[in-house]
């Protein structure tokens, strides 16, 4: 069965912290999706990132980086000089890859970043 | 691109009404859509699956009856829930994507309270 787990509930750190929201997920199939989403305070899910599970290549993008261990089967995300914007819950989740890709979500982690 | 929008964005009804939730893909066709409902504080819980011009797939434990689908264009996709109670009060967020990404786009969220 696929399961995705965030093992942190909730996070909290002062503003220009750098912070690492843990993901480790479980799947039999050997080709799948990885994703990072953004739920704000507004309740709008927003797109960050996709991994595909044959590209292990760790990415960056702005203050945002994403560290893929298929090894481990983690994918955690970090935020690098965090800001009070960044506050919101962040979803982990995994598809299947070439069929209706329904997502399995992670529990989510809050984050909540302090001026 | 991939912008999704829903609407309303917010109701509230008597209990023993139906109301009905709109999903649209702006700038996109989507071939495959997504209706998700999401406690507080709790992850996004899979409802459904539509396929445009096709019968929605449920998710177990979703009552078809009570949550009717419907999938008419490539654009469009409606949630109508039916009958509806105070344990309905949610929020229900859609999502799309088109059949050249396998990467899916949420709308904003619709929430629910049924009195």
């Known amino acids: 069965a696929q399961k995705v787990t965030q093992a942190q509930t909730e996070i909290s750190v002062v503003e220009k912290e750098d912070v690492t929201l843990d993901c480790v997920y479980e799947t039999r199939d050997t080709t799948y999706y990885l994703f990072w989403y953004k739920q704000p305070p507004s309740g709008e899910l927003v797109f960050l990132i996709r991994?595909?599970?044959?590209?292990?290549q760790n990415e960056i993008s702005g203050r945002y980086s994403w560290n893929f261990q298929k090894s481990t089967s983690s994918f955690n995300f970090t935020i690098t000089a965090s800001q009070v914007v960044d506050s919101a819950v962040y979803f982990c989740?995994?598809?299947?890859?070439?069929?209706?890709?329904?997502?399995?979500f992670g529990a989510g982690t809050r984050l909540a970043v302090h001026p | 691109g991939a912008v999704v929008s829903q609407h309303p964005s917010w109701v509230i009804c008597k209990s023993g009404t139906s109301v009905k939730i709109e999903c649209r893909s702006l700038d996109f066709q989507a071939t495959t859509m997504f209706w998700y409902r999401q406690f507080p504080k709790q992850s996004l819980m899979l409802m459904a699956t539509?396929?445009?011009?096709?019968?929605?797939?449920?998710e177990q434990g979703v009552e078809k009856d009570k949550f009717l689908i419907n999938h008419a264009s490539l654009t469009l996709s409606t949630l109508t829930v039916t009958s509806a109670h105070p344990e309905d009060s949610s929020f229900y967020i859609c999502?799309?994507?088109?059949?050249?990404?396998?990467?899916?786009?949420f709308g904003p969220g619709t929430r629910l309270t049924v009195l």
């Open positions: 991994r595909n599970s044959f590209d292990e």
């Open positions: 999502s799309a994507r088109s059949g050249l990404s396998d990467t899916q786009y």
């Open positions: 539509s396929n445009e011009g096709s019968k929605a797939t449920y």
């Open positions: 989740a995994l598809s299947d890859y070439g069929g209706y890709n329904k997502l399995i």
